[in-house]
């Protein structure tokens, strides 16, 4: 074969190796977000501990994972889309590694923590390497189809493969990482180098955000047990107050703001990012809560709650494309109000279940709340790129994103505290219950919104 034929092999092959990089990327962040949850109570049983740590176990990753995502983007930028995923996979396989052999909770939550950098490094770099590699725009969407089609199959996949790994031992949840890393980081080796692009970095404005939002986790968990009046917990909300305060200050008197204020001007943006965040919180706080239902007050193993989740999760991961349609019939606005009526029925069937219900009917009832989720994601999205100016569009993704990520962070919390402050079943219902009418009242907020164009996003 001549020199040019192998070139020419060679780069008809690296489109393809940038997608490979990029869904394997997307699969184990988020298969990562999923699996960890139905070995909560086999990881308190080996390292002891009480809830608050089996909630940083779940928020120490998805804490650092929200809280860098638009650092992490103009990281990329900066140092090269190919670079920055390489670092971030590196990370995230070695703190993988580090949380298969934690030998305490603690170990095992900084690990976490390091897992959740490593993510946010990977997420952003992976949609820019397919940028990158795809010139054509009709080719490049269906590489993101395939590129959400790996996250998809990770949040299906993720509670049954968590089940059926901490059947054997819990660690494996983790190790199970190791190959996943390594062929993603042999495959990268086959991607062109990526540009690199001038972005200021927006320091201050990023330790101030990490702060804020440790700080407000940090008080709602350990509240719930040392009282949410007591001198310590009163410190950390005071913390996070000149925090989020310090933060505002610095986007709106800065050069180069991670988050420009105006975009918040538009009420529909606003309303729309509280609802991308309540969504997240409800659909996060019932995988934890009911992780724990499962096994602590129905005896399931954690193979058999993992199963008990498939039929919302693998519903949830098929939804997409009916979405797009729907989207395109009824407009945003609809969708978006459907969603969450149907994530509100089903908060509010699992709070008035009786307790000795068949589980298989709990999980049956648990459906509606991944289904009205999976409903709101896309016309979101559609909505805020709508409503934002176009030199803008990548900077509102992030916020999106953003927003979707501490939602499940702050849901876990919150949740977790509610459970905490009470018995196990009131506790769930409580917080179930009030997340119903918060929802209620977003369905209300969600029908003011400025109608979107009728097209598919």
């Keep these: 074969m001549s020199l040019s034929a192998v070139s020419a092999a060679k780069t008809a092959a690296r489109p393809r190796a940038s997608l490979m990089v990029a869904m394997l990327g997307f699969f184990v962040v988020a298969l990562d977000a999923q699996i960890v949850n139905v070995a909560l109570p086999a990881i308190r049983n080996d390292l002891g501990g009480g809830l608050s740590g089996l909630q940083w176990v779940i928020t120490g990753y998805t804490l650092m994972f929200s809280a860098l ?30 949380c298969a052999l934690s030998p305490t909770l603690v170990a095992l939550i900084v ?12 997420t952003p770099a992976s949609l820019a390497l397919i940028r990158e590699a795809y010139h054509d725009a009709v080719q490049r969407g269906r590489a993101i189809v395939y590129w959400g089609l790996g996250g998809s199959v990770a949040a299906a996949a993720g509670p049954v493969l968590g089940g059926l790994l901490t059947g054997i031992d819990w660690r494996l949840i983790f190790f199970v990482n190791l190959p996943v890393g390594a ?37 709602i968990i350990e509240g719930a047990s040392a009282g949410y009046r007591s001198p310590g917990i009163l410190t950390v909300f005071a913390v996070f107050a000149l925090s989020l305060t310090g933060f505002l200050i610095v986007q709106a008197r800065g050069r180069t703001p991670m988050i420009p204020l105006d975009l918040f001007s538009s009420r529909t943006v606003s309303t729309t990012l509280a609802i991308a965040l309540v969504t997240m919180a409800a659909f996060y706080g019932v995988v934890f809560l009911q992780s724990l239902y499962f096994q602590q007050q129905r005896g399931a ?42 994530m509100a029925i089903g908060l509010a069937g699992l709070c008035f279940l009786p307790s000795d219900s068949p589980t298989l009917l709990v999980a049956l009832v648990m459906v509606p709340v991944g289904v009205g989720g999976s409903f709101t994601v896309p016309p979101i999205i559609a909505i805020v790129m709508d409503n934002v100016p176009a030199q803008r569009a990548g900077t509102a993704s992030g916020v999106v ?9 702050l849901g876990v919390a919150i949740f977790g505290a509610v459970l905490a402050s009470g018995g196990f079943m009131d506790g769930l219902r409580t917080s179930l219950g009030w997340t119903a009418v918060v929802l209620v009242i977003l369905v209300i907020a969600s029908l003011t919104l400025r109608h979107g164009q009728r097209r598919t996003a």
Excluded: C, K
């Excluded at 995502?69 to 590694?97: E, K, P, W």
């Excluded at 702060?211 to 407000?216: F, N, R």
């Design 69 to 98: 995502q638009l650092f992490a983007g103009t990281f990329s930028d900066r140092i090269g889309a190919r670079r920055s995923y390489g670092m971030g996979m590196v990370l995230f396989t070695v703190a993988s590694a580090t």
């Design 111 to 122: 690990s976490r923590i390091l897992q959740g950098i490593g993510a946010a490094m990977i």
């Design 183 to 219: 062929a993603a980081l042999l495959v990268l080796s086959l991607v062109a180098t990526s540009p690199r692009r001038p972005s200021p970095f927006d320091w201050a404005g990023q330790i101030a955000a990490v702060l804020a939002l440790a700080s407000l986790t940090y008080g």
């Design 301 to 342: 193993t954690a193979l058999e709650t993992g199963l008990l989740f498939l039929p919302m999760t693998a519903l949830v991961a098929s939804l997409n494309p009916l979405v797009a349609r729907l989207m395109a019939r009824h407009g945003q606005v609809a969708i978006i109000a459907a969603g969450q009526i149907i």
């Design 401 to 409: 994103n953003t927003a979707r990520q501490v939602g499940g962070s």
